[in-house]
């Protein structure tokens, strides 16, 4: 089993930036790819980013490329979603997840942390 616990959601202003972090603990859980999803208001849950403990290596949704970045800190087994140039339509709620394969969630999610973007 693997917890996750994300924060630093909130409300911004359109090209404002954001930092959410995700805390992850339980069994195994650096076996697991990381990865952001969002869900906004009458959408479904789309993949963000992802990426792997050990290489680091990242992936992202052609919506954030350039604005978003995902990285970890394995002494602190954590995982951020740096979030600049924010736009209104990046408003939703923010799940982390372990698991992820080809961009499709794994079965661990977090709580999830809104982000709310003024125009």
């Known amino acids: 089993q693997v917890q996750l616990v994300e924060s630093g959601g909130g409300l911004v202003q359109a090209g404002g930036s954001l930092r959410l972090s995700c805390a992850a603990s339980g069994r195994a859980f650096r076996t697991y790819v990381m990865g952001w999803f969002r869900q906004a208001p009458g959408k479904e849950r789309e993949f963000v980013a992802a990426?792997?403990?050990?290489?680091?290596?990242?992936v992202y949704a052609d919506s954030v490329k350039g604005r978003f970045t995902i990285s970890r800190d394995t002494a602190k087994n954590t995982v951020y979603l740096q979030m600049n140039s924010l736009k209104p339509d990046d408003t939703a709620d923010y799940f982390c997840n372990a698991g992820v394969a080809s961009q499709r969630p794994g079965p661990y999610w977090g709580q999830g942390t809104q982000v709310t973007v003024s125009s």
């Open positions: 990426i792997n403990w050990f290489g680091g290596i990242t």
